[in-house]
């Protein structure tokens, strides 16, 4: 580890560079200087860094010499941009879609796969968001059987659409209430007390892009890439948390709802709130804003012959995405390979 | 058939009562007379009824004298008063939990087991709205095979809670757009922008309430005692229309899709909507206010041997409890047993 370092971010602007920043702040990230980037109608913009506000600029006339460069600009910004930071001879967590499924790139979860990452990895792919926050939940049951088959219903925040759907859900959302008719140009469809399927495109299975990464992405963390995965994927009137119903099938014998409690409460980025006394189970509320994973609902699934039902939450902002590619930063400089 | 009939509402000034007024005025169901009752609170209210107005009277004052009475005024009323009615002579239809597992009871969604309704049922129950929703779904689907388990997540509107948790979750999301933080006595957490596992007490095997009345109305309505069900029944921020994420796993060959699509499509009281290229699927807000189930996102599900996937949105007010149980009073008149 070579002490202070260089960090860029492109995509500062947007809901995850801005966590990104926050993040970097909050966990004393040892950064020589910090360099923000995004489109021209953001350059010159004083973003506020800790104590301190930073001016940002435009990636067009970013010289791409960084040590580490986080990416939230998109995917074809990220294809663009990701080799020139790379040929000057820096890092890239990049935190698109672009490369996750890269067979060269490693895709991580720290607290799953961090053993991922080798010195030759000088781009590194942050997951989609439900990939990985749901894996925070999976892999510990792993310890107690194979698993055999997820399945998942999910309840995504307006975060995932980024600032500008946060926007707009509580734009619309003030429309209705004052008894107008909500309309927008950035929800495909009423978003106010609604909620619609994941709106990407729709492949020849019927599945969506979102569900389709999800599959991809969860077999490739877990390095299971047989895994058995059934997901639909829904946007719900939330703001900026992601909810999942989950379904864990084994091979084996089910393991006993103790023991699910137990590889949960030890895992180390998970939180168990489960209490069926006053009924406090994870909630988008609570989550906000915490980098851990809540996990509830803890029971076994008497539809099968060996099946856990579990209730998951995380930060789509954070766990989903900029605390995660940060995590992978500090990772990769406590093994010296930035 | 035995022309115009003797009709009261308990439970009048409720969601649920509200909309038994208007299905019955819009249906022009055959009633010479409808007497609105509640509790002492809403006596002497005027509630409209197509053109004209109804004095609410108390249920304490009831002579339980009627043809046919809707009952919707929760369980422990429905315990006292259905008695009553049945023993003045009158057909009570109940949209409470308290008879729906009572064997002499039929618990009935006219489209799927109409055919349980004889002449010595005094007493007829309503489903819950989760499960009268996901059958119209799910039973067409028995023409294409032997169903082996359903798995169900839950996406629950506020009307579930009542006309009060309607008015909540708009008040509080009010509130928390103008910078404020809601408190509520009504929602058991925070709703504005949140969703929250279904506050109903939590048995044994950790379900609650809601989650096992889905399963054992089910079995009953589909009549199919051992059928494998999963649920968890969750609470978002819409107001009146519930959707439920549908897995449904069959014992032979998986149906194609052309075939499930065709059944949906004939079944009545179900509208397919579909539109992959658009990306339309239901909505709670397409839902809202009509009579159809919608179902979509109808496609195979590729975790599994042979299953398929559904997305259900449906009217909670309305198929989910007030329609419904005006198509059993049709029904019932149709084939003489009022």
Known sequence: MKGKIDVAIYGATGAVGQELITSLVARRFPFASLRLYASPA????LVKCGESSLRVESSEDSTWGCDLAFMSAGASKSREFAPKVVGAGGVVIDNSSAFRMDESVPLVVPE?????LSPTNRLVANPNCIAAITMMAVHPLRQLGTISRLVLSTYQSASGGGAKLMDDLQEQTRTVLNGGVASSSVAPHPYAFNLFSHNTPINEHGYNDEEWKVIAESRKILDMPDLAIGVTCIRVPVLRAHSISLTVEFEGEVPAEGAVREVLMAAPGVRVVDDRQSNHFPMPSEASGQGDVLVGRIRRDL?????????????????GAALNAVQIAELMLARNLI
């Open 42 to 45: 953001s350059v010159g913009k």
């Open 112 to 116: 799953i796969n961090g053993n991922t």
């Open 303 to 319: 539809s099968h012959r060996s099946a856990i039902n579990l209730f998951v939450v995380g930060d789509q902002l954070l766990k």
